[in-house]
C-alpha cells in the first residue's frame, strides 16, 4: 500500500519570503500522480498543483512549484513570495496512475502554514 | 461549470439520528469518492465507486454507515444511527476514473450532539 509522510506539523513564514514544505511517499509502482491540496479555514480543498511521475520536469503554477525527486520518493512544495492568503493547511497526496482498486487518493496528514505580515 | 455540490452544508443533529449527506458529482466524471476529515483521524477514505458500483468499502467504520450511488449524477452517504463520535467534515469529490485529478465538493460539516 502506498503511504504519504509530511512529517513537519507546521511552519511560519515571513510575507514575501519564501518557503518550501515537504513530503516523501512509498510506492512500488513506476507511474503515479502527485498533488498538494490547499485548505484554508473554509475547509475547502483546493488543488495547488500537480506532477506526473513520468515526467521529468518539475511542475510550477504561478508562484507554486515542486521539486519531485522520483528516486528518492520526494516532493516538496515551494511557495515563493508568500502571501498572507497563502496561509492554510497543505496536503500532500498521491494517486495511482492504474484505474481500479488503487485510484484513490492517499493524503499525508498536512502540514498548517502561517504567514506572518 | 459547476464543481461537485455537496449537501448540506452545516448539520447539527442529535445523537440516534438518521443522517444524510448528498454528492452530485460533476458532469462526466465516473469516479466518486467520500472522504470523512477528523482532527484525530485526518482525511480517510470512507468509500469509492467506479461508474456507479463500489469498489473500495473498506473505509466505512461499520455497520451505521452506507452510501449508494444510484445514478451517475447523485451519491447518498447515510449514517444510521448517528454518534456523537461520528461529528466530522465529510467531504465527496469525483474525478474521471483515467484523469488524473481528484475535484472536491466544499464538504459537509455534521455535529451530533
Known amino acids: 500500500a502506498q503511504t504519504v509522510t509530511q512529517s513537519q506539523p507546521e511552519m511560519s513564514v515571513q510575507e514575501a519570503e519564501t518557503v518550501t514544505l515537504s513530503c516523501t511517499y512509498d510506492t512500488s509502482e513506476s507511474d503515479y500522480y502527485l498533488f498538494w491540496y490547499k485548505q484554508p479555514p473554509s475547509r475547502q480543498m483546493i488543488l495547488v498543483i500537480r506532477q506526473e511521475a513520468y515526467k521529468q520536469q518539475n511542475a510550477t503554477e504561478n508562484r507554486f512549484s515542486v521539486n519531485f525527486q522520483k528516486a528518492a520518493k520526494s516532493f516538496s512544495l515551494k511557495i515563493s513570495d508568500s502571501q498572507l492568503g497563502d496561509a492554510a493547511m497543505y496536503f500532500c497526496a498521491y494517486r495511482s496512475l492504474h484505474t481500479g482498486a488503487n485510484s484513490k487518493l492517499t493524503f499525508g496528514k498536512g502540514i498548517t502554514l502561517s504567514v506572518r505580515p | 461549470d459547476a464543481g461537485v455540490i455537496q449537501s448540506p452544508r452545516h448539520e447539527v443533529t442529535e445523537m440516534g439520528q438518521e443522517v444524510t449527506l448528498r454528492c452530485k458529482p460533476i458532469s462526466g466524471h465516473n469516479s466518486l469518492f467520500w472522504y470523512r476529515q477528523t482532527m484525530m483521524r485526518g482525511l480517510e477514505l470512507l468509500i469509492y465507486f467506479n461508474n456507479n458500483v463500489p469498489i473500495d468499502d473498506s473505509g466505512m467504520p461499520e455497520d451505521r454507515f452506507s452510501a449508494k450511488m444510484p445514478n451517475a449524477s447523485f451519491s447518498t452517504l447515510k449514517i444510521q444511527p448517528s454518534e456523537p463520535r461520528d461529528s466530522a467534515v465529510y467531504f465527496c469529490?469525483?474525478?474521471?476514473?483515467?484523469?488524473?485529478?481528484?475535484?472536491f465538493g466544499e464538504g459537509s460539516w455534521l455535529t451530533v450532539v
Open positions: 469529490a469525483s474525478s474521471l476514473i483515467s484523469g488524473n485529478t481528484i475535484y
